[in-house]
């Protein structure tokens, strides 16, 4: 037993420091020494888990659901308001995107996995999928607009947080994301919220990014 917790302490520190290197240099800069130096480890202690770079990146996309599920599930399921709940999440993602590198890496990854494996999908459509429910329940609510395609607007909404953390990690190594994705949500709601919710919205969502923003900043002076 004491064997296979060993190995099993190895095999994890191996992932975390591929999920920190990738984060940092993505797939093509990355290089087997800096995640050895990372994890601490030999290169056969690296290799008998892991036997090639391109199998540590699968890996590391695979275990982002397993880090950031419980987190993720904890908004997406905590019912009452549609809308809030998919601010909340938003705001969750990008604080999430600055600090945990298993999220980092996982979304740099998948926007560069025609290097090292064949097409990544599942990130994007379970998060679609959330977010499409959430919608859901806010135009069942009359939060929206009638006649908005909540399918739609779970796609626009994540291809839209793509782009964003794309160019915020781009020109600021997302240091900015909250920031931005706030901005995302300011310019979007009011074409998609019901007239009479809207002011009540754009003030939850200052709350939720502030909130968010602060507790970020908190979390990087500790460190």
């Not at 992932?15 to 990738?22: D, I, T, Y």
């Not at 990372?38 to 990146?57: D, I, N, R, W, Y």
């Amino acid at each position: 037993m004491m064997v296979q917790a060993r190995a099993e302490a190895t095999r994890y520190a191996v992932l975390r420091a591929g999920a920190v290197v990738f984060n940092r240099e993505g797939f093509a800069r990355a290089t087997t020494a800096d995640i050895i130096r990372e994890a601490a480890v030999s290169k056969g202690s690296m290799q008998f888990h892991f036997p090639t770079k391109e199998k540590l990146a699968q890996a590391v996309v695979a275990e982002y659901s397993q880090e950031f599920g419980p987190a993720f599930d904890a908004v997406s399921n905590q019912g009452g308001n549609g809308m809030t709940a998919a601010m909340e999440l938003s705001a969750l993602i990008a604080r999430q995107l600055t600090e945990e590198p298993f999220v980092g890496a996982a979304y740099r990854l998948t926007m560069e996995e025609s290097a090292f494996a064949p097409r990544v999908t599942k990130p994007y459509v379970n998060v679609m999928q959330v977010f499409e429910g959430l919608f859901r329940q806010a135009l069942a609510a009359g939060e929206l607009r009638p006649g908005v395609d909540v399918e739609d607007l779970a796609r626009y909404l994540v291809a839209s947080f793509i782009g964003v953390q794309f160019v915020s990690n781009t020109l600021t190594s997302r240091t900015d994301l909250i920031q931005r994705v706030a901005q995302m949500w300011t310019f979007l709601l009011p074409t998609i919220t019901e007239s009479r919710c809207l002011q009540q919205h754009v003030k939850r969502a200052r709350s939720i990014f502030v909130s968010h923003y602060v507790k970020s900043r908190s979390d990087l002076s500790t460190e």
